[in-house]
């Protein structure tokens, strides 16, 4: 299991281990359309990165937020 400090790490991880070692039937369409957006610099959101994790990872998200009073 890896663990990241946030959604894009995690993506990066993914298409880094993951992505490169899939059959081309498996990279078609929206997944080749998500791989482009992010290694070109175009626009591609958190929900859309989660979406992809989802479907090829098991995937936790937590959020923490400290607060200590003065």
């Given amino acids: 299991m890896e663990t990241f400090t946030n959604v894009k790490d995690a993506f990066k991880w993914f298409l880094d281990n993951i992505y490169k070692n899939l059959s081309p039937d498996q990279k078609k369409g929206k997944l080749t359309t998500a791989w482009r ?24 998200v937590r959020t923490i937020v400290r607060v200590k009073p003065k």
């Fill in 37 to 60: 957006d992010y290694t070109h610099g175009g626009s591609i959101s958190e929900k859309r990165m989660l979406e992809i994790l989802n479907e090829f990872c098991d995937v936790e």
